[in-house]
């Protein structure tokens, strides 16, 4: 699988961005999956639900299947994060995988930055970051895209990766 990588600060356009990026390269024909880092505890499930019971009651996984989709949650407990390429070998293959967050991780990644956030790139000290997506005219070392140019960064992304 090939994987390439969305980073940002807070607010900066990544989410829009990341489903911009995989609705136009799903349109082209090729089979995306993401992966998405959460820095706070999240919860996909509800109090009182079967499978909110079961995890609650202390299972470590628990899987909620129908015929449109299933959904596997995994609890840690006390366990430690797991680490990016752990996650990965979990997914199925597909033609590309495209990482939201993991910023220190050394794949290839894209930048999204919104200057009313106020806050530095990241790119200038991370050479894992191959472009910046921005809503400001930047002066880089590297390619900077609009950030609303979507055809344009899914079309770097995957002559990066080879697709």
């Given amino acids: 699988m090939k994987l390439y990588g969305i980073v940002g600060w807070k ?10 990026l995989v609705t ?33 009651a202390g299972a470590t996984e628990v899987m909620l ?14 366990a430690a994060e797991p680490i ?3 996650l990965l070998s979990r997914l199925s293959a597909v033609d590309l995988v495209l990482i939201e967050g ?30 910046v997506a921005s809503d400001a005219l930047l002066e880089l070392e590297r390619p900077v895209f609009d950030l609303n140019d979507t055809v344009g960064i899914a079309d770097f992304i995957l002559a990066e990766v080879g697709l």
């Fill in 11 to 20: 607010n900066a356009g990544k989410t829009g961005l990341m489903e911009r």
């Fill in 24 to 56: 136009d390269i799903t349109g082209r024909g090729l089979s995306v999956s993401t992966v998405k880092h959460a820095h706070h505890s999240f919860d996909v499930d509800h109090p009182g639900k079967d499978s909110f019971r079961h995890r609650q």
């Fill in 65 to 78: 299947a129908s015929r449109n989709r299933f959904a596997l949650m995994h609890e840690l407990r006390d």
């Fill in 84 to 86: 990016l390429p752990d």
């Fill in 102 to 131: 993991y910023k220190r991780d050394p794949h290839p990644k894209i930048e999204a930055h919104r200057t009313v956030t106020g806050n530095a790139l990241i790119a200038p000290d991370d050479p894992t970051i191959r472009a």
